[in-house]
């Protein structure tokens, strides 16, 4: 008989082996991150209906951002309930400087003030898994829906991206989705979470915190429900998470910005590559979306200068 010793030993040594790297495999999974970017507009935000709530010269503001921590802060405990290791918020309105740092959930980064690179959208990258976004609104014309508007509401009429209107939510959500990150989630009224999934489709989750009944006017849900509802809707987001595809225009992308006024879109025409396409509008294509983005903000900041 041949000896079997050998092969025995042989045997014990690659099964301790592949428990061992089993072992090592799990490990590496167990301390895998799983990051939770968060976007927070505040016209969205629970109890906002009036813009000068949203404005730092008005006596109302100090409510208002007190409600956006309150609203971001729910979205955080969800995020951590299901199983977010690291959340970063990003204060995405007006001057970017709402959210006051000492009412933010310590368990969070907070990314403050303005100018940004990425505006609304500062901070996000390939090594996030999911991207929230909580008290945004819905695009410029829109009825009924709170404080409609799209970037700025002074200057641009409308946004299209290869045709399709966009609000504020897609055109941010095509960054996160440049990145590979998909918009899980999103909280607003009841027309903006429509409009949501009407873009990015219906594995998103939404959180419809009220419903408009005119632009300056909404119904509220009780506050407690309202904080619930954000936090169960960004914890099954983030635990559903996969099934949630990234939303990526189709390149090259066309981006049209249809101004208020024919002064603004004759200041903006100057830029090369810039085309009139009437009186009010423009157009360019880029084979970048991040590159087309940034060149369309350059472009309503010029148009915003117009007189």
């Known amino acids: 008989m041949k000896s079997t010793k050998g092969s025995s030993i042989l045997r014990s040594f690659f099964v301790s082996l592949t428990i061992l790297l089993l072992e090592v495999g799990l490990s590496s999974q167990q301390k895998q991150k799983l990051k939770v970017y968060i976007s927070v507009d505040m016209e969205g935000i629970w109890g906002v209906v009036h813009g000068e709530q949203t404005s730092p010269e008005s006596r109302e503001y100090g409510s208002a951002r007190k409600w956006m921590a309150q609203d971001v802060n729910a979205a955080i405990e969800g995020a951590i309930a299901a199983g977010a290791s690291e959340i970063v918020v990003n204060?995405?309105?007006?001057?970017?400087?709402?959210?006051?740092?000492?009412?933010?959930?310590?368990?969070?980064?907070?990314?403050?003030?303005?100018?940004?690179?990425?505006?609304?959208?500062?901070?996000?990258?390939?090594?996030?898994?999911?991207?929230?976004?909580?008290?945004?609104?819905?695009?410029?014309?829109?009825?009924?829906?709170?404080?409609?508007?799209?970037?700025?509401?002074?200057?641009?009429?409308?946004?299209?991206?290869?045709?399709?209107?966009?609000?504020?939510?897609?055109?941010?959500?095509?960054?996160?989705?440049?990145?590979?990150?998909?918009?899980?989630?999103?909280?607003?009224?009841?027309?903006?979470?429509?409009?949501?999934?009407?873009?990015?489709?219906?594995?998103?989750?939404?959180?419809?915190?009220?419903?408009?009944?005119?632009?300056?006017?909404?119904?509220?849900?009780?506050?407690?429900?309202?904080?619930?509802?954000i936090r169960e809707a960004v914890k099954e987001a983030v635990l559903r998470r996969e099934k949630i595809k990234p939303f990526r225009p189709t390149l090259p992308c066309t981006f049209e910005v249809d101004f208020h006024q024919s002064s603004q879109a004759e200041m903006v025409e100057l830029i090369p590559g810039v085309k009139r396409q009437s009186a009010r509008l423009v157009s360019f294509t880029s084979s970048d979306y991040l590159e087309g983005f940034k060149l369309m903000r350059a472009i309503i900041a010029l148009g915003s200068t117009a007189r």
């Open 91 to 229: 204060d995405a309105h007006g001057s970017q400087r709402n959210i006051n740092p000492d009412d933010l959930d310590p368990r969070a980064y907070l990314i403050s003030g303005s100018p940004k690179p990425l505006s609304m959208m500062q901070g996000i990258d390939g090594t996030f898994q999911a991207c929230v976004l909580i008290g945004y609104h819905a695009r410029a014309g829109s009825t009924p829906a709170v404080l409609d508007h799209t970037i700025s509401g002074s200057t641009v009429y409308a946004i299209r991206i290869n045709g399709q209107e966009m609000p504020e939510l897609g055109l941010n959500a095509a960054i996160a989705g440049y990145f590979n990150v998909p918009v899980v989630m999103i909280s607003g009224d009841s027309e903006t979470c429509r409009q949501a999934v009407s873009i990015l489709g219906k594995e998103l989750e939404t959180a419809p915190i009220k419903e408009a009944a005119w632009r300056y006017a909404a119904k509220m849900l009780p506050r407690e429900d309202s904080l619930k509802l």
